[in-house]
């Protein structure tokens, strides 16, 4: 514990129902390394998913929230991890799991589209950077060869952080009866002359012969284990981008917190079944666009805040551990008088991991995926050490 201080096929995938958004993406890269980013759309509370449970102030400011303190699952002498999470729990106390707690985006304000777009593209403020910082990855690593598609979306629309130069195809599951092969191959013939239409054809039918006729469910082992299928194809991807939705919680957030972290939890055990001894090659990041406050409202729930928790889960992880420069939650320390104040950038937590993870320099990693973060935006240096390497 240490307080204080190219990619690419992609693809997105119909996976979703309530708790989840459609969309899962997906990149080839010449590398035997995987790397997942499963981004938590609405604002995860990190003060509940890792408890500061040893923080004086803490019990106070969450009220009914703490729930039984003898449920959580103890990470230190500072840290407890929600009890939905059974799983990531097996994972830390195995040293493939850890927790970076009190960090946060450039952004400062509490917009979910704003702040979904200043982490998706590494940029400071909304809009500013065209692209995503996922894409711009891809330019840093050597391609995936002649024989697999150069990227591959699994969804109707491919996710910000994977917009950019790079280019990418799109599949999407269908719950429509599965078309016959005389009618594709008469598609087939129909786009043989059109200069547009025959490559998009060729790269969704390319897409298609990745997901090996895999129809997956709406729920979270269903989508982990499709995402382990993709990136276990010996020619497939290796890098997957997750969206998971209905983070807000505004009103009632035990009880729907709870079912979106069991949620959560059980893709990434799906996610580590399916990729079988990949496992030990991968990492999978969680992350949120802001933090939420530190008091507990009227209705029950936690509004809009800053500072929050990403996770790192995988075989690759030097886990077990839970690494914050912890600011504390006593008044005085609290950020605006209302939130977690944020002690370290996620922009340096994704440069040390993926540059190290990759085997890419992460200071270079820092500079193409997070530039306007180093001119007078200076979050700290890419943090290292938290991968097998």
Known sequence: MLYRRRFLSFAATGGGALWISPYMALASVATDRRFVFIIQRGAADGLDMVRP??????????????????????????????????????????????????LA????????????????TGGT???????????RLAGLLPGPGSTAPA???LAATVPMALRG????????????PPVSDDLMARVSRLYDADPQLHALWSA???????????????????????AARFLTTPEGPRIAMIETAGWDTHSAQAPRLHARLAGL??????????????????????????????AVNGTGGTDHGTGTVAML?????????VLADWPGLAPASLYQDRDLRPTLGLDAVIAGVVGEHLGLDPSRVRQELFRMTGQGHSTGSPVLGLVRI
């Open 105 to 120: 985006s450039p952004y400062r304000d509490r917009s979910h589209f704003d702040g979904q777009n200043v982490l998706e």
């Open 53 to 102: 449970v040893g923080d004086p102030a803490y019990a106070a400011l969450r009220g009914k929230l703490v729930g039984d303190p003898s449920a959580s699952i103890r990470l230190d002498g500072m840290f407890a991890l929600h009890p939905a999470m059974v799983e990531l729990g097996r994972m830390y106390a195995q040293q493939q799991a850890l927790f970076v707690h009190a």
């Open 313 to 321: 889960a995988g075989g690759a992880i030097k886990g077990g551990r």
């Open 151 to 153: 990227a591959i979306a």
């Open 265 to 294: 939890d059980t893709l990434l055990a799906a996610l580590q079944r399916g990729l079988g001894a990949e496992w030990s090659r991968t990492v999978v990041l969680v992350a949120t666009e802001f933090g939420r406050t530190a």
């Open 165 to 176: 130069a790079a280019p990418v195809t799109s599949y999407e599951p269908s719950g429509l």
């Open 204 to 226: 969704a039918l390319d897409a298609k012969g990745l997901a090996g006729g895999a129809m997956p469910g709406q729920d979270p082992a269903s989508l982990g284990a499709l």
């Open 125 to 135: 403020l909304p809009y500013q950077v065209k692209d995503g910082w996922l894409n």
